[in-house]
Nanobody, 129 residues
Framework: QLHLVESGGDSVQPGGSLRLSCGAS????????IGWFRQAPGKEREGVSC????????YYADSVKGRFTVSRDSAENTVYLQMKNLKPEDTGVYFC??????????????????????WGQGTQVTVAS
C-alpha cells in the first residue's frame, strides 16, 4: 500500500511559520488527491486543506484561509503545506492523506469527511509563546 510520510512539524511562537511536507516512495503523488488534516488534543480530526487530482481544485478550511497554502512539487514528488501567521489554535498533529483519482466526490466533501484511502503517521505542530 501507499506509504505517506509527513515532516516539518515543530514548536513555534504565535505568528511564526512552518512548512510541512508529505512524500511517498514508488508512487507519483500527482495522480492522487491529497488532503491535510489535523487533530488537536480532545478535538475531532478536521480537514485543513485538500487538493484534487482531477482538476487541481483546492479547498481551505475557513480557519486557515489566507494563512495556509498547499502546493505540489512534482519533481520532488512532494506536497507541501505552507503555514504562516500561526496561532495557538493551530496546534495539533498534522496528517497528510491520499486517495486515487477514482472518486467524483467534491474536494470540499472529501476534506470534510476525511474520505481518503491512505494516511501518514502525522507530525506534531505546537504553537505557543
Amino acid at each position: 500500500q501507499l506509504h505517506l510520510v509527513e515532516s516539518g512539524g515543530d514548536s513555534v511562537q504565535p505568528g511564526g511559520s512552518l512548512r510541512l511536507s508529505c512524500g511517498a516512495s514508488g508512487v507519483n503523488l500527482d495522480y492522487f488527491s491529497i488532503g491535510w488534516f489535523r487533530q488537536a488534543p480532545g478535538k475531532e480530526r478536521e480537514g485543513v486543506s485538500c487538493i484534487s487530482s482531477n482538476d487541481g481544485t483546492i479547498y481551505y478550511a475557513d480557519s486557515v484561509k489566507g494563512r495556509f497554502t498547499v502546493s505540489r512539487d512534482s519533481a520532488e514528488n512532494t506536497v507541501y503545506l505552507q503555514m504562516k501567521n500561526l496561532k495557538p489554535e493551530d496546534t495539533g498533529v498534522y496528517f497528510c492523506a491520499a486517495d486515487p483519482p477514482l472518486s467524483i466526490t467534491s474536494v470540499q466533501d472529501m476534506c470534510a469527511r476525511g474520505i481518503y484511502d491512505y494516511w501518514g503517521q502525522g507530525t506534531q505542530v505546537t504553537v505557543a509563546s
